[in-house]
């Protein structure tokens, strides 16, 4: 997976202790009531069928999250140079990530809903220390202000001072984040006519994700705007998905100019050298 989305709604205090507790479930999967209808042979009533295929999709989506940015990373590393990507996607991302991960503890989730926001962010850092290693135009004080930035922002969050109307705000901007993490990426391999080193595995396991989650907020979360942004994140990651099938990795223009073969200049044969036949 990769850019997901938690419920969105503030939570009061008086409210969370309820959030915490929610429904109990029998081995990870089975809500208590549904593990009864199941022994008891009813299973297939009401939204069990439903809940317990969510459950285990959320799981599923923490797995996956451990190894979906590895592929990316190997890309990178072999490499040894992050052409075609933009690092700014991973600034993006990694908002995003956090933002879904500190609500989720905010409101009292449990880990299975928010665990993967937190696997992947940790990827990603990795990923983005690797593109500031071999990118040679990302300067020294985008770094630092990147790097200020965001550890504050966790901060923050992190210490819960956001406040209700924060969080509000927060998290109803997810949509215009997801956009503008993969947006401008969409464009840049366009441009270039490559996607440089951009992993098909990541971003398949990515639209996978996306998809598996779009399930679960349609069976735990009745929330549109974050639907939407499941459903967004699906439309993106799939683009970059067929642009690296269609594209692949050409280099971008620039270097298909530069590293063309100059033209070899046909040599006149010199009249100078010549013998005279009588």
Request: charged share 15%; with cysteine.
């Amino acid at each position: 997976m990769a850019l997901t989305a938690v419920s969105c709604r503030p939570v009061q205090n008086d409210t969370v202790g309820e959030e915490i507790s929610g429904p109990k479930f029998k081995f990870l999967i089975f809500r208590e009531d549904c593990f009864e209808k199941l022994t008891q042979g009813g299973f297939t009533e009401g939204d069990c069928v439903g809940m317990t295929i969510s459950k285990i999709l959320g799981y599923l989506i923490i797995l996956g999250s451990m190894t979906v940015k590895l592929p990316q990373i190997l890309s990178i590393m072999n490499a040894k140079n992050g052409d075609g990507i933009l690092a700014s996607m991973f600034y993006a991302e990694n908002i995003l990530l956090m933002m879904n991960g500190l609500y989720a503890i905010h409101i009292g989730s449990p880990f299975s809903v928010y665990g993967e926001n937190f696997i992947i962010l940790i990827q990603n850092i990795i990923i983005l220390l690797l593109l500031w290693t071999y990118q040679k135009d990302i300067s020294l004080l985008t770094k630092i202000l990147v790097t200020v930035f965001e550890a504050s922002l966790f901060t923050v969050m992190y210490l819960d001072i956001v406040g209700e109307q924060g969080w509000l705000v927060l998290m109803n901007s997810q949509l215009l984040i997801v956009s503008y993490s993969r947006i401008p990426q969409i464009m840049h391999s366009f441009r270039q006519g490559s996607t440089g080193k951009l992993s098909i595995i990541t971003f398949c396991m990515n639209a996978a994700g996306n998809c598996a989650r779009l399930f679960t907020m349609m069976k735990e979360a009745n929330d549109i705007l974050l639907m939407m942004t499941a459903f967004a994140s699906f439309i993106f990651n799939f683009t970059i998905l067929v642009q690296i099938i269609i594209l692949g990795d050409k280099g971008t223009k620039t270097e298909q100019v530069t590293s063309a073969p100059p033209k070899k200049l046909a040599s006149k044969p010199s009249s100078r050298g010549k013998k005279k036949i009588d």
